[in-house]
């Protein structure tokens, strides 16, 4: 398997679902509570997380041609909103759109909701995912980008433990820099996600 092609899909899957971006999220989702009600939802919030990107791992494309949507097109529409959401971690907008979820949702276990699904396993992290494996070569190659897969949300997982300590080292401006670098990175993946779209439906670009 491609060393380089790992490297592009833990980049592109850590920057998406953003593990540093979402602990302060987690901190203001689960105000008061003790450490053992913390750890119940991070492990819940991951499990299903986890769940519906496998399940999109292994039948999204199955669905996108069931609907009539190739994967060029696929990649092409992907890039773009992996594009715009580089432009809302570049610009705040995510972290204030994430803000607003974290203050409407009043249940008292956010683990399924805002937690899981979307701030997890949004748009933007399913539509990456259908892209890897649809790239990938071979069983190999798929269990690879699964593998990836599960070591980003291992992370997630290990931030949500140390919510609070991450929190205190980074700060506010440690986590606005961070966010303004991967946003970057993801700007910069999303591009080349377009320009494969477009190799794909036979254009040529130059190299």
């Known amino acids: 398997m491609d060393t380089a092609f790992l490297i592009s899909a833990f980049v592109t899957l850590f920057v998406v679902i953003d593990p540093i971006g979402l602990t302060p999220v987690f901190i203001a989702l689960t105000p008061g509570m003790t450490a053992q009600q913390r750890l119940a939802i991070a492990i819940r919030a991951t499990v299903i997380a986890a769940g519906l990107l496998f399940l999109f791992a292994f039948f999204g494309e199955q669905v996108l041609g069931f609907i009539g949507i190739s994967m060029p097109a ?7 909103l992996l594009f715009l959401t580089a432009l809302d971690m ?7 759109r994430r803000e607003g979820q974290a203050e409407l949702d009043d249940a008292p276990d ?11 396993a949004g748009p933007g992290a399913i539509a990456s995912i259908i892209l890897l494996t649809g ?14 897969m599960v070591l980003v949300l291992a992370l997630v997982f290990l931030m949500f433990l140390s919510a609070s300590l991450i929190e205190r080292a980074l700060g506010k401006t440690g986590i606005v820099v961070v966010t303004r670098l991967l946003g970057m990175l993801l700007a910069a993946l999303s591009v080349q996600f377009v320009l494969d779209g477009i190799r794909g439906f036979g254009l040529a670009l130059g190299s």
């Open 90 to 96: 570049l610009f705040e907008r995510r972290t204030k």
């Open 110 to 120: 956010p683990s399924v909701f805002p937690i899981a699904i979307p701030l997890i």
């Open 74 to 80: 696929f990649r092409i529409a992907g890039g773009i």
């Open 135 to 148: 790239s990938a070569e071979g069983a190999v190659g798929m269990a690879s980008v699964l593998g990836v």
